[in-house]
């Protein structure tokens, strides 16, 4: 078994919320409420989840883009909340981050070769103009464009060669963790594919470690070789992606599984499994689990009492009632 890079040990976040009034209550939204997992070198490990269960405030957190309420994460031991400014400048040079939109995350001003020398300069500033010209070059190649993109602007560009710009401006620092943050949700399908195929390719050459945040299980089912589920804020499965896929074992992963389409004509007829209820305010402090309000199997003690998480092997799940 391959050691964990990444750890993080009952990590919360949570955001307040202004008031209406100057006496009402303090309330908070919880955004990352006690998620503890590790993530494996050389592995892909998927997040996915409901918009605004939490996933992308997780990989913010990782990454120390968000300072954290409570717990840790730990990058090859090192607490990323509690190290010096100078440990931490160094340790971000091997952890970066492809973002979802690709236009939004490239700054429009800038040519496309200030865009990729930027974290030469950053993270290496002893570097001489050859050196960083030829390094460009070489991140060109990486992700598949010619050098003739180096004087063009971001808005030249299709979705998906914007995409492989951001790939190449992760990449220049030589990482060897990234987080992919719905990195794909934003492109054409045949687009997806590519960049996905691309994604895999780099990581066999450089041994990388990808975190992949998305909401579309597909992409997950296609690329990633572990999964964790949340539901607003917590993780509520977690395991191999076959394992997860063949048999999910909490009932809200099974009502994801059953939304993905199928190509298959003949599959096109299966019944959907439908999802009722209201999903509970993240500003709400919810007694029991999360998902009773929308669970069909929920009993009283699904209202009473948050369930632990139950580790069998490389499965994980938190539910009083696992499914079989």
Same mark, same amino acid.
């Given at each position: 078994?391959?050691?964990?890079?990444?750890?993080?040990?009952?990590?919360?976040?949570?955001?307040?919320?202004?008031?209406?009034?100057?006496?009402?209550?303090?309330?908070? *939204?919880? %955004?990352?409420?006690?998620?503890? &997992?590790?993530? $494996?070198?050389?592995?892909? !490990?998927?997040?996915?989840?409901? #918009?605004?269960?939490?996933?992308?405030?997780?990989?913010?957190?990782?990454?120390?883009?968000?300072?954290?309420?409570?717990?840790?994460?730990?990058?090859?031991?090192?607490?990323?909340?509690? *190290?010096? %400014?100078?440990?931490?400048?160094? &340790?971000?040079? $091997?952890?970066?981050?492809? !973002?979802?939109?690709?236009?939004? #995350?490239?700054?429009?001003?800038?040519?496309?070769?200030?865009?990729?020398?930027?974290?030469?300069?950053?993270?290496?500033?002893?570097?001489?103009?050859?050196?960083?010209?030829?390094?460009?070059?070489?991140?060109?190649?990486?992700?598949? &464009?010619?050098?003739?993109?180096?004087?063009?602007?971001?808005?030249?560009?299709?979705?998906?060669?914007?995409?492989?710009?951001?790939?190449?401006?992760?990449?220049?620092?030589?990482?060897?963790?990234?987080?992919?943050?719905?990195?794909?949700?934003?492109?054409?399908?045949?687009?997806?594919?590519?960049?996905?195929?691309? &994604?895999?390719?780099?990581?066999?050459?450089?041994?990388?470690?990808?975190?992949?945040?998305?909401?579309?299980?597909?992409?997950?089912?296609?690329?990633?070789?572990?999964?964790?589920?949340?539901?607003?804020?917590?993780?509520?499965?977690?395991?191999?992606?076959?394992?997860?896929?063949?048999?999910?074992?909490?009932?809200?992963?099974?009502?994801?599984?059953?939304?993905?389409?199928?190509?298959?004509?003949?599959?096109?007829?299966?019944?959907?499994?439908?999802?009722?209820?209201?999903?509970?305010?993240?500003?709400?402090?919810?007694?029991?689990?999360?998902?009773?309000?929308?669970?069909?199997?929920?009993?009283?003690?699904?209202?009473?009492?948050?369930?632990?998480?139950?580790?069998?092997?490389?499965?994980?799940?938190?539910?009083?009632?696992?499914?079989?």
């Amino acid at each position: 078994m391959t050691a964990p890079l990444i750890e993080t040990r009952h990590l919360k976040k949570y955001f307040p919320v202004k008031s209406g009034s100057m006496f009402g209550k303090k309330r908070v *939204v919880r %955004a990352v409420d006690d998620v503890t &997992l590790t993530i $494996r070198e050389r592995e892909t !490990f998927a997040l996915v989840g409901e #918009s605004g269960c939490g996933k992308t405030t997780f990989g913010r957190l990782i990454l120390r883009l968000e300072g954290k309420t409570a717990g840790n994460v730990y990058y090859r031991g090192n607490d990323l909340h509690n *190290v010096d %400014a100078e440990t931490l400048r160094n &340790l971000r040079k $091997r952890i970066q981050i492809i !973002f979802q939109d690709p236009f939004a #995350s490239l700054n429009p001003r800038m040519r496309i070769r200030s865009i990729l020398a930027e974290p030469l300069q950053t993270h290496n500033g002893r570097a001489t103009s050859r050196e960083m010209d030829e390094r460009i070059r070489q991140l060109l190649t990486f992700v598949g &464009l010619p050098e003739q993109v180096l004087r063009r602007y971001p808005h030249q560009f299709s979705g998906g060669q914007r995409q492989r710009i951001g790939i190449a401006r992760a990449l220049a620092s030589h990482p060897e963790f990234i987080v992919c943050d719905e990195a794909v949700s934003a492109l054409d399908v045949s687009i997806q594919a590519q960049i996905l195929n691309l &994604l895999e390719d780099l990581q066999e050459k450089f041994k990388l470690t990808y975190l992949f945040i998305t909401h579309d299980l597909s992409v997950v089912n296609h690329i990633a070789d572990r999964v964790c589920v949340m539901f607003l804020g917590k993780a509520v499965e977690l395991g191999p992606t076959a394992d997860l896929f063949r048999q999910p074992r909490h009932p809200y992963t099974r009502f994801l599984i059953s939304a993905v389409p199928i190509p298959d004509p003949e599959m096109r007829n299966r019944q959907k499994m439908i999802l009722t209820g209201d999903i509970p305010s993240p500003m709400q402090r919810i007694d029991g689990c999360r998902f009773h309000t929308r669970c069909p199997y929920a009993r009283p003690v699904c209202r009473r009492e948050d369930p632990a998480v139950v580790t069998d092997g490389e499965r994980a799940v938190a539910c009083h009632f696992p499914l079989d």
